[in-house]
């Protein structure tokens, strides 16, 4: 009994045996989802996509009133990026709206994953709550970026790139006004996270924000190019 009480307790850590499980549970859902999508009928597609997208939805929102009743405070808002972007992914599950999959694309892929690699996450380990949330609701978000663009071949366009780019910026835009009002740091706009992050080889603030926007402009173009090259490969033959 002891023993249970004291695992219950024990404190996240990132690339400990609970997170490795996490990421080794990632890859073999993400190919399962590759192989499934790809092998699916349009209506068998609408029916898993409406169902996983319920799915989400009520994690989702399970996952921020129990943030909200443990810490009751502005931080614990859902006004991450990776909120909007998990919004945007279960609509684009439930929609197929072309919009919807090009930001979960770009903003899952590159900022999804990220997290899930360096999670910036001041919980204790599996099972707390927290924990269980935070990583069930940005495999959801990866897992259905990689469902949609390669299991059912949903193709990121140029027009996408340049949509996903303003709503980040606007994004980051209104987030940066709030945290100067609020004294929150959402996106760690504010100051890097007290975890270790990819951040930290960008320079100091706010020289870091600077690089991450060259990166992102710089990635997300080079994630664009290859389907766009494709097509037009396609259409010519």
């Not at 009928?41 to 009743?69: C, W």
């Not at 930290?200 to 402009?217: F, I, Q, S």
Request: include cysteine.
């Amino acid at each position: 009994m002891t023993e249970a009480v004291g695992m219950a307790q024990r404190e996240f850590a990132t690339f400990g045996t609970s997170h490795l499980v996490v990421l080794a549970v990632f890859a073999v859902g993400a190919c399962g989802l590759v192989w499934l999508g790809r092998r699916q009928s349009e209506r068998q597609a609408r029916v898993f996509s409406r169902a996983a997208a319920g799915v989400f939805a009520v994690t989702f929102v399970a996952g921020a009133v129990d943030k909200l009743m443990q810490r009751a405070t502005l931080s614990e808002l859902p006004l991450q990026l990776s909120d909007v972007s998990e919004i945007v992914a279960a609509y684009a599950l439930w929609s197929g709206r072309h919009w919807a999959f090009g930001l979960t694309y770009f903003w899952a892929l590159v900022l999804g994953s990220q997290a899930l690699i360096t999670p910036d996450l001041d919980s204790g380990d599996f099972p707390d709550s927290t924990f269980v949330s935070f990583f069930l609701l940005h495999l959801f978000l990866v897992w259905t970026a990689i469902y949609l663009a390669w299991g059912r071949r949903m193709r990121p366009t140029w027009r996408d790139y340049r949509c996903a780019l303003l709503a980040t910026v606007a994004w980051a835009a209104l987030a940066m006004i709030f945290n100067a009002l609020a004294g929150t740091n959402f996106g760690f706009l504010n100051r890097k996270p007290d975890s270790g992050s990819v951040l930290d080889y960008m320079g100091p603030w706010p020289v870091y924000l600077g690089v991450e926007a060259v990166v992102l402009v710089v990635l997300w173009a080079l994630m664009t190019w290859p389907w766009q090259r494709a097509s037009r490969s396609e259409r010519v033959a």
